[in-house]
């Protein structure tokens, strides 16, 4: 829908204005107008991608790995607002991407997710990719000490990453690894 006009006012200040569904503007179209020049139409288009939400995933994760900017970066930061539906699909480009500025992006979207809860990226510890499994650990690390909630989970990915090493459970030198608790017991 780029260009077109509805009187004075391009259709995307209208949609945006008048409620309309995006249907009646179209996601591709609004993924488009985050390459606009006016810094009003972006915001516009970008406001109506997260209000479209889950819907709108697909799309901006399609122009998160096409790179090219200011769509990309713009679309991550969609992707941030809409939250819990984006976490798959953004962990899924993590793991495939081989371009660093799409695995910079991914990551960054990635771990400022704004989702309900941060108990949603325990399952991305297991994830087959290590590069989720350290965004994942990276986002209770930013948690301080609200992230001590995770620490099992936490644990669980290290005794992962330490029994797929040959010497599963011992650091080379003959002795076991213990977790202790922070009192100091197992």
């Not at 606009?36 to 406001?47: F, V």
């Not at 096409?66 to 899924?92: F, H, K, T, W």
């Not at 991407?97 to 771990?111: G, I, K, M, N, Q």
Request: negative net charge; glycine residues 10%; proline residues 5%.
């Amino acid at each position: 829908m780029r260009g077109e006009q509805v009187g004075d006012e391009p259709a995307y200040y209208l949609a945006a204005q008048v409620g309309d569904t995006v249907s009646d503007v179209g996601v591709l179209g609004l993924v488009e107008q985050l390459g606009e020049p006016d810094p009003g139409a972006r915001q516009a288009a970008a406001d109506a991608l997260a209000a479209v939400g889950a819907d709108a995933v697909a799309s901006l994760v399609a122009a998160l790995r096409g790179g090219q900017a200011p769509v990309a970066g713009l679309s991550a930061r969609v992707l941030m607002r809409i939250g819990d539906p984006v976490l798959g699909p953004v962990a899924e480009t993590l793991a495939a991407t081989a371009d660093p500025e799409v695995e910079r992006l991914a990551a960054w979207t990635f771990s400022n997710l704004q989702v309900s809860g941060k108990a949603a990226y325990v399952s991305a510890l297991a994830h087959r990719s290590p590069n989720v499994r350290a965004r994942a650990a990276y986002v209770f690390q930013q948690m301080r000490q609200h992230g001590v909630a995770f620490v099992p989970a936490l644990a669980a990915l290290l005794t992962m990453i330490l029994c797929q090493r040959p010497s599963c459970g011992s650091h080379g030198h003959g002795q076991s690894w213990t977790i202790l608790d922070s009192a100091g017991t197992r």
